[in-house]
């Protein structure tokens, strides 16, 4: 007996039921998504005057868009979530690309900042704060770009600028 596939989706009527619902008609994305790197971003600058926050920067986990719907308290996040699945490619390849470098800027991050607490230099460790949550607030700004239609991308002089490479 041949599998069964689900049909496939109806692209119009799933742009008509994300209408008014914070996820963008045209690249089925949702800006609430960014709520989750917003926390690593604070508590990055945090670190310039509180260096024992870097606990809390490690504990930061990625968290896939799914998942972050999953766990949140958005009203329509199982439509968020069909949304994203359906997203069309260009948006979709260029999100998940900049979501990947965003988690690595993170890392980095955290990575560079607890190197600088060891050195005990506050001087240091407020720049090297402040470059970190920079360097991902950045990633957050091209992502809220294509959430909203702007098929940004960065190119690799771009993406090796802004990673420090």
């Given at each position: 007996?041949?599998?069964?596939?689900?049909?496939?989706?109806?692209?119009?009527?799933?742009?008509?039921?994300?209408?008014?619902?914070?996820?963008?008609?045209?690249?089925?994305?949702?800006?609430?998504?960014?709520?989750?790197?917003?926390?690593?971003?604070?508590?990055?600058?945090?670190?310039?005057?509180?260096?024992?926050?870097?606990?809390?920067?490690?504990?930061?986990?990625?968290?896939?868009?799914?998942?972050?719907?999953?766990?949140?308290?958005?009203?329509?996040?199982?439509?968020?979530?069909?949304?994203?699945?359906?997203?069309?490619?260009?948006?979709?390849?260029?999100?998940?690309?900049?979501?990947?470098?965003?988690?690595?800027?993170?890392?980095?991050?955290?990575?560079?900042?607890?190197?600088?607490?060891?050195?005990?230099?506050?001087?240091?460790?407020?720049?090297?704060?402040?470059?970190?949550?920079?360097?991902?607030?950045?990633?957050?700004?091209?992502?809220?770009?294509?959430?909203?239609?702007?098929?940004?991308?960065?190119?690799?002089?771009?993406?090796?600028?802004?990673?420090?490479n």
């Amino acid at each position: 007996m041949p599998i069964m596939s689900e049909a496939p989706i109806d692209l119009a009527r799933l742009r008509q039921q994300v209408e008014g619902k914070n996820i963008h008609t045209e690249t089925l994305l949702a800006t609430d998504y960014l709520n989750h790197f917003n926390e690593i971003v604070m508590l990055l600058d945090m670190v310039a005057d509180m260096p024992d926050m870097i606990g809390d920067c490690k504990a930061w986990k990625p968290k896939s868009y799914s998942d972050h719907f999953r766990d949140s308290t958005f009203v329509e996040k199982e439509l968020a979530i069909q949304a994203y699945e359906h997203a069309p490619k260009a948006y979709r390849q260029s999100f998940d690309r900049t979501v990947e470098l965003a988690n690595e800027a993170v890392a980095m991050g955290v990575q560079r900042l607890e190197e600088a607490i060891a050195k005990g230099q506050p001087g240091l460790i407020a720049e090297v704060a402040r470059q970190s949550s920079q360097r991902v607030q950045k990633l957050m700004d091209v992502c809220g770009a294509i959430i909203h239609g702007r098929a940004t991308t960065l190119n690799q002089a771009e993406i090796d600028q802004l990673m420090g490479n």
